[in-house]
């Protein structure tokens, strides 16, 4: 597969892509691991820079931050991306989406969208997740607790994936029992000790349940995931649970006659 690409194209991309750097949002070299994505994306700012310079007969053909699928056509003046006898749709639209990620005015939005309290708690939220599943997303988790910003592209694949978009939603969602209300136990329910569910435990109670905290963080990716911090009436030691283990506590009707 074959496709051409303008100097107005790939230089629209490179000036994004720098803006980029500039802002430290993504590094000026690859990581030793990082996405083939990544890589080539990096390649393809260094064909441009070379192209300008007037290094490119000089470099590329050495493979100096290169790769074998991008090139430059001098007698034409366009950019080359040939995979050759690979096509299949991931390869075919690669770059497309890679221009399409380092388009100008989307650069722009990014770099507001840091600043914003969505940003952060949707990348906290996902990251304090992250860290109880194991190594998952360990390079992306690392780079905002240093740094606090991410790629667009890093930030899609921490927070949109279908577990932490579940758990996101969760965080988020409108809670079904306000603190302060009493509550009930369903007949089947699961609490632990400690706000990140790792110490399992479990209670009773006969007179109900105190919400006291519907804002806790949120440990599965399961519906009715929202988290509490309760006490059962009559004890002093709270815990934590699901939404989906509660249920309104039932009106005691008392006979006036």
């Known amino acids: 597969m074959r496709k051409d690409y303008t100097p107005k194209q790939i230089g629209n991309f490179a000036r994004a892509r720098q803006r980029q750097i500039d802002a430290g949002i993504i590094p000026a070299d690859p990581p030793t691991q990082s996405t083939f994505e990544f890589k080539i ?8 820079r070379q192209v300008e310079d007037g290094s490119y007969n000089s470099n590329w053909k ?4 290169g790769h074998a699928w991008l090139s430059y056509d001098a007698d034409r003046g366009v950019y080359v991306y040939d ?3 690979r096509s299949d749709e991931w390869s075919d639209s690669l770059i497309d989406n890679i221009l399409e990620r380092n388009e100008s005015d989307a650069v ?5 969208f840091l600043g914003t309290d969505e940003y952060k708690e949707n990348m906290q939220t996902a990251c304090d997740y992250y860290a ?3 190594g998952y997303f360990r390079g992306i988790r690392e780079k905002f607790a240093k740094a606090g910003v991410v790629s667009s592209y890093e930030y899609d694949r ?7 978009s579940k758990v996101i939603a ?8 306000a603190v302060g209300s009493l509550v009930d136990f369903r007949s089947k329910h699961e609490e632990t000790a400690n706000s990140d569910g790792s110490a399992r435990l479990y209670k009773r109670s006969t007179n109900g349940v105190l919400i006291l905290s519907n804002t806790e963080k949120v440990v599965s990716a399961c519906v009715g995931a929202k988290r509490y911090k309760a006490v059962c009436v009559g004890d002093t030691k709270p815990f934590w649970i699901e939404e989906r283990y509660l249920k309104k506590k039932k009106k005691i ?5």
């Open 132 to 134: 109880m599943q194991g």
């Open 83 to 85: 995979t050759r006898k």
């Open 170 to 177: 969760a965080k988020n969602a409108d809670p079904a029992f």
């Open 62 to 65: 050495k493979r100096k931050n």
């Open 253 to 257: 009707k008392v006979n006036k006659k």
């Open 41 to 48: 994306t990096h390649c393809l700012f260094c064909l441009y």
């Open 158 to 164: 921490l927070t949109k994936n279908k577990y932490a």
């Open 108 to 112: 722009s939005q990014w770099i507001d």
